[in-house]
C-alpha cells in the first residue's frame, strides 16, 4: 500500500517551538503527507545526528512518496542530498522536494540529479579554491600561523614560566589551566630558544 510521508527538521529547540517547526509541517501536509507519517528531528550546536531521518529511510518501500521542504533539511550538503535522493529514487520512491521538485526514476529525473551532483562539486571547488587564496594572501602578513590558533597566549605562557621558577608542574598546572605536558613542552621550547641566541653570541 502506497504511503506519502513527510520529513522536517529544525537546528534548536527553541525553534521546535516557534513558527518554523509548525510552518514545515503544515507545507507537507498541505502537498499530501500523512500527518501521521512525519518525521521530525530537532539538534542544537555540532550535534548534527538525525535519527528520525534514519529511522524514516529504512522504513521507505518502492512506490511510497516523500515530502520534504527543502534539500538543506534531509542533508548537510548538495551532494550529500543528491546521493541520498539516487539512493531513494533508486529503490523506487518518489521524493518531492518543496522548493526544487519532484524526483523518481524517469530519465529526466536521473539527468536533473547529475546537474546537481555537477553543481555541488563546482561549489566544492570554488570554496576550495577561495580558501586556497585566502591562505595565500594571509601568509604573506606578518606573524601569520599555519594550522589552529593556539589555545593560550604568550602572555599566559610567559605567565606560566615565571610562576615554575617557584612553584611545581603541578602548582602551576592548577593556577593557569594549562596542562603539565604543554608547560613541559613550552619550557623546553623556550630553552632550546636561549640555548640557540647564546650560540650564535659566542
Known sequence: MKKTYGYIRVSTKGQASGNSLQAQKEAVIAHGADPDLIFEDVFTGAKCDRPELNKLLSVLEESDSLIIPKLDRMARNVSQGVATIEELVAKGVTINILNIGTFNNSPSNR???QIMLAMAEFERELIRERMQEGKAIARQKE????GRKPKWSIKQYSHAMELLSQLSFKQV???TGIPIPTLKAERRKRKDAELKTELKII
Open 111 to 113: 539527468f536533473q540529479l
Open 143 to 146: 606573524g601569520y600561523r599555519e
Open 173 to 175: 598546572a592548577e593556577i
